[in-house]
Each structure stands twice: as C-alpha cells, then as structure tokens.
C-alpha cells in the first residue's frame, strides 16, 4: 500500500531510493540538472521492520528539504532473504531485481518513461549487476533504465546526510547482511530500543 494515492506525476525519472544518506548526491545532481523525478521508496529487504520505518522516515525529512515527491510502500519482507540458501551474490541479485521490477511497474503505472536507483552511488553495491538487470526489467516493460555512475559523489553524499542530520546505516539491509556487519550487536541493541 502507498503513503500516497496513485496520480498523475508530470516527471521523466521515477527514482527508486533506498535510503535518505543515498538519495542526497543523486537528487541533488539531478535537481541541478533540472531533471523532473519523483522519488519511490520500495525496499523489502530492509529488515527488521523498525529498520525499514527508520531509514522511510529519515528519507522523508530529505525528500521535504528538497522539495521532492515521495511515494512509499514500507512492505519488509524478512522471510524471503532470511531463508535464502544460495549464494550471498545470487541473494543480492534477487534483491535488485524485486527492487527494479516493483519501481518498472509502477513507471508503467504512472506513465514514467523511465527509472534508477539511488543503489548506483554505492561503492558497495554491484554496479555492473544492477545496471544488467535494470535494462533487462526496462526493455519489455517500454522503458529506458537510466544507469548513470554516481559512485563519485558517494562521500558528499554522506557528508550531507550527517549535516542533515539523517540516520547512516551500518548495513545493507537484510538480516543476512546485518550479521556480517561489525557493528552488528550495536545496531540489533539500537532497533531494540526503537522497537519498545
């Protein structure tokens, strides 16, 4: 379900974000470059649920600020990534294609011609799989997968975030990649906090 109803969007790039830290370069660089976006929040794979309101309601102070359109569907989804037993690649690729396949449909939906994702700043993220998938979900679909590098303003981006005061994760996030985090007991003492 959507914080907002379905309407009519006059914007060219629907932008799938997974969290305010990473929208900060890549919206403030396409706001310069005058593009028309709106921003999509669908992210499954942030877990536990109190992680995955944090990280919305962090996206919602930048989106305000900036002055951006957000539509939101907080759906977590634990038990797809918690019960995965392939590989740590094939789960991420599984984790872009749900994200990219969900922001495609609801381009279709709202007649956008066209998508990314914030994912694309990340050095940690795999770029040449994203940028794979994303084309082939946007073909059939009619639309163009915008795959621009912003890896190199990735630390600016974090330099905005702590000076917006936006909560930094310290994990990917789902529940396999907090336990590979090493600041994984602090981060679970931390969401069992927010949770009482």
Not at 21 to 34: F, G, I, N, S, V
Not at 148 to 174: N, T
Not at 175 to 194: G, M, N
Request: net charge negative; charged share 30%; glycine share 4%.
């Amino acid at each position: 379900m959507t914080e907002h109803a379905t309407k009519d969007y006059e914007c060219d790039l629907l932008l799938h974000t997974c969290c305010g830290p990473c929208l900060e370069w890549p919206a403030r660089l396409l706001l310069q470059e005058k593009q028309n976006l709106l921003i999509y929040y669908i992210n499954p794979n942030i877990q536990p649920a109190v992680e995955n309101k944090r990280r919305l309601e962090n996206l919602k102070i930048l989106t305000h600020k900036l002055g951006l359109e957000l539509i939101a569907d907080p759906i977590c989804q634990p038990e797809i990534w918690k019960n995965w037993d392939d590989s740590v690649e094939a789960r991420c690729r599984m984790c872009y294609r749900r994200r990219l396949q969900a922001t495609a449909d609801k381009a279709v939906e709202l007649g956008i011609p066209a998508f990314s994702t914030t994912l694309l700043v990340s050095p940690w993220q795999d770029r040449d799989a994203i940028v794979e998938i994303g084309n082939r979900i946007a073909r059939p679909a009619g639309l163009l997968f915008v795959d621009r590098d912003f890896r190199s303003g990735y630390r600016e981006g974090q330099r905005l975030a702590k000076e917006d005061g936006l909560y930094r994760q310290r994990y990917c996030g789902c529940l396999p990649s907090l336990e590979l985090s090493d600041f994984k007991e602090q981060i679970k003492s931390d969401q069992a906090a927010l949770a009482e």
